[in-house]
């Protein structure tokens, strides 16, 4: 296979305030890279536009560190071993890895790096078997150690996460309800994902719509969304309610923190529980859980929608798009 001479990059230029401006970015060809004993090359094929992007992009401290200037957008993403200088990552080998905003990536066999097996569903992977639906797995079940006949609520229920996490709490006999930015969001879980109930955060009330709709109060919060959405739902906590952090979407672009959530003591008066996560920590479970999904969307009780962008160039939008809210499922770029 004839490899080309250039390989188009992403990479950061200044720190972004709010969405990803035009001068935030750039888009830069160099030279392909020669490979090192160790090292493949990978043509990537899909990227994952994942939140957490956002907040490597800011100089705040995380769980991993800031991009820095002039490096390569950190990112998650699937493709196809073209040349290789290590054993264990052989040419024509699909791997899932986090190549970052690139054409090509240069990979090791680490714990970055997943080879998959030669006919795996790439996009599958990405929008659903992967990290999304690991996520969605571990948050109900090992941190949230949800139950059959509890009430779920879910932030941002129509996004990848939430979209998976909603329907797996259903598959799991709980009253589930959905909170989301839209009508049509609205319309889809409860049309096609079978929710037994729907906040639009934008046009209604949310603490009166969880009156409403959990009259049980709420067994589990999945919380994607973080701020007044979090508080809403702390102050609707059932007896021994879980609060599972799995997001704050909302503080990733914000210029200043929003103050702390004002209905925390909700936790000391029902003898709740509040927790985060990173799903990379549970990677090890990941055939297994992907095992289950596969069961599920085979049965036809699980479904995953992608919102897909054409070209390296339109990360950025790909990006953006999920603060503006405009996606319902997974945000993939198609290189
Ligand atoms: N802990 C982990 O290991 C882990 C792993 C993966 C993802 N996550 C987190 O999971 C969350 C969802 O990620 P995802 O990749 O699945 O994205 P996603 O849900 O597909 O997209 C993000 C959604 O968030 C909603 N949103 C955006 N800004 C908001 C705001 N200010 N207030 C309320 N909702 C807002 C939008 O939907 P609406 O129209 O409903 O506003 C948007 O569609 C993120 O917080 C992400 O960081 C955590």
Redesign the pocket.
Known sequence: MTLPEVNRQIVLRQRPVGLLGDDDVELVESPLPQLQDGEALLEVEYLG????VRTWLSQAEGYMPPVGFGEVVRSSGIGTVVASRCDTLPVGGPVYSLPGWQEYAVIRDDFLSTPLEPDADKLGLIAIYG??GL?AYI?LFDIGNVQPGETVVV????????SLAAQIAKIHGCRVVG????DE?ASWLLDDLGLDGVVN??TESVPERLRELCPNRIDVYFD??G?E?LDAALGRLAQGGRVVL?????I?TATQRPPGPRNYFQLINRRGRMQ?????DYWDRLPEVRAQLATWVAEGKLTWRTHLFQGLAAAPDALNA??????I???VVKL
Request: charged share 10%; with cysteine.
């Open positions: 536009i994942d939140a957490t990290a999304t996520t948050g932030s941002a229920a129509a996004g990848a996460t939430g909170i989301c930015g839209s969001k955060y934008r994607n969304v701020g959405v799995c997001g704050a979407i909302s990733y985060g996560f990173l799903s990379m999920m603060f503006e809210g405009t996606n499922g997974k945000i």
